[in-house]
């Protein structure tokens, strides 16, 4: 372990979502505490904003390099605190390093413009400048790559940052933080907060004068809240909320590279992203093939505790959870949905429900409009590239849509059509530090990863220059 941790109940107890059991328990962070800690950071982040673009690229790389050095270690603490897989949670590790390598370099390209002029003697140009001291809330299902991807941009643009990490997975940040400073990030700079106290924080990061921005993943509803919250101190914000992602299946799709983008899309994480497929629209002609392909596959999937080796099928991260897909699944069930795999809380434990395939599913269920957050997939039948748009886009979400056709003319036609901040044509993952990551309507505000995120921490400064004719 990187850090200390205290005797149960004298803090924020962390359990393994496998086996239930309690793994370490850190120190709780009041909202007063995390105050004091905001105007650290504030006090530390001129002399880190004065330094030069190059010169927090090669702090930051450092931190890049160093978490990549532990990335076994990290992986084992994102396993035994979200439950993922090792196999995945290796992989969040490299996901979320990537964050800060792209990002250190991006800082160094934080250009400024000149303007034609608008009148004889005077000199239009821009610059752009740190945001200041910044707060972000992230959640349990990326422990580290919802941190990284928020603070990298963040400090490579000359910010500070206080992170309150989610409730459940803690010590994946703890631990960043401990690499961020031996990386030679002041320590003041950059802390990480955890509280038993998540409303108390929330408002204290949207109302506290010295947060110029506020960056937050998580659910719509607690978006909505923090947005209101927001408005009194006019709080700059980033919003990555939920999602209801349509994974549409044409005729003419290629249907076994289908397959393979569901299995990759949907049981990502044991279906817990927000870009998990989350309704799967299958044409008429192909749909009795593709379910039964479907079928075969999520036979071979592996439930059990994430640290067991072949594990592909983690546990959800509590039973609160497992209540929340159960219930969906009964109510698509009544409504008149077919089980065809799955439907119920796995063997492996209280924590577990089994990777489940539902047909007959209508756009009106529950099971459709509800982001599942657990390995279901729910069926929908449809009839022509009309009927699937319309289904696809009858949602308040926007985050992520997929799907999977190879008429050239229909693929520009629907990749226009989507309502959504993110579209992958015949692909199932779409996430990458290169790319921006972002919804429209109520999946949130503001892009995350790609040139676009370094935005997300400047603040455009238009100066006019004039007597330069005198
Ligand atoms: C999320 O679920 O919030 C993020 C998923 C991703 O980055 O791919």
New binding site residues.
């Given amino acids: 372990m990187l850090f200390a941790t205290l005797a149960a109940g004298e803090g924020l107890d962390v359990l393994n979502p496998a086996t239930e059991n309690r793994i370490a328990t850190v120190r709780s962070y009041s909202p007063e505490e995390i105050a004091g800690l905001i105007e650290r950071a504030d006090a530390a982040r001129p002399v880190w904003a004065a330094r030069t673009a190059k010169d927090r690229a090669v702090v930051l790389r450092r931190w890049h390099d160093l978490i990549m050095a532990r990335q076994d270690d990290l992986a084992a603490l994102v396993t035994a605190e979200s439950g993922k897989p090792l196999a995945e949670a290796r992989g969040e590790v490299a996901?979320g390093a990537a964050f800060i390598e792209w990002f250190a370099e991006e800082g160094k390209r934080a250009y400024g413009e000149t303007i034609p002029t608008f009148a004889p003697g005077k000199r239009v140009l821009t610059i752009r400048q740190a945001v200041g001291t910044c707060a972000a809330i992230t959640?349990w299902?990326?422990p580290i790559?919802?941190i990284t991807?928020k603070v990298a941009p963040a400090l490579a643009a000359g910010c500070a940052m206080v992170v309150k990490p989610a409730e459940a997975t803690p010590l994946s940040a703890l631990a960043l933080e401990v690499l961020a400073h031996e990386a030679g990030i002041p320590a003041d700079l950059f802390r990480i907060a955890p509280t038993d106290d998540p409303a108390g924080v929330g408002t204290l990061f949207c109302t506290h004068p010295l947060v110029r921005k506020l960056s937050f993943?998580?659910s719509t509803r607690v978006g909505q809240i923090l947005m209101e919250q927001a408005a009194a101190n006019v709080t700059r914000l980033s919003l990555?909320l939920g999602?209801n992602a349509p994974f549409i299946v044409f005729d003419d799709a290629d249907l076994d590279a289908a397959v393979d983008g569901l299995m990759a899309s949907k049981f990502?994480?044991a279906g817990?992203?927000?870009?998990?497929a989350n309704r799967i629209l299958v044409q008429d002609g192909v749909h009795d093939a593709f379910v039964a392909k479907v079928a075969e596959r999520v036979a071979g999937l592996v439930v059990g505790d994430g640290a067991a080796s072949g594990v592909t099928i983690g546990p959800l991260i509590n039973r609160a959870a497992v209540g929340k897909v159960r219930e969906l699944v009964g109510a698509a069930r009544k409504a008149g949905a077919s089980v065809i795999s799955g439907g119920k809380q796995s063997d492996a434990g209280a924590g577990f429900f089994e990777p489940t395939i539902l047909t007959g599913v209508r756009p009106d269920m529950a099971v459709a409009s509800a982001e599942i957050f657990g390995p279901v997939v729910p069926v929908i039948r449809f009839v022509d590239e009309a009927d699937a748009i319309r289904i696809a886009n009858d949602t308040p979400f926007g985050l992520a849509a997929y799907f999977y056709a190879r008429d050239m003319g229909r693929i520009w036609r629907v990749m226009e059509a989507l309502e959504y901040g993110m579209v992958g044509v015949n692909d199932g993952?779409?996430?990458t530090e290169v790319a921006p990551?972002g919804g429209i309507k109520h999946s949130g505000l503001g892009r995350?990863?790609s040139r676009h995120g370094l935005d997300e921490y400047l603040e455009l400064k238009y100066c006019l220059m004039g007597g330069i004719d005198r």
């Fill in positions: 996901y959640p299902n990326f790559a919802m991807r993943t998580g990555e999602g990502r994480n817990q992203t927000c870009v998990c993952i779409i996430s990551f995350e990863g």
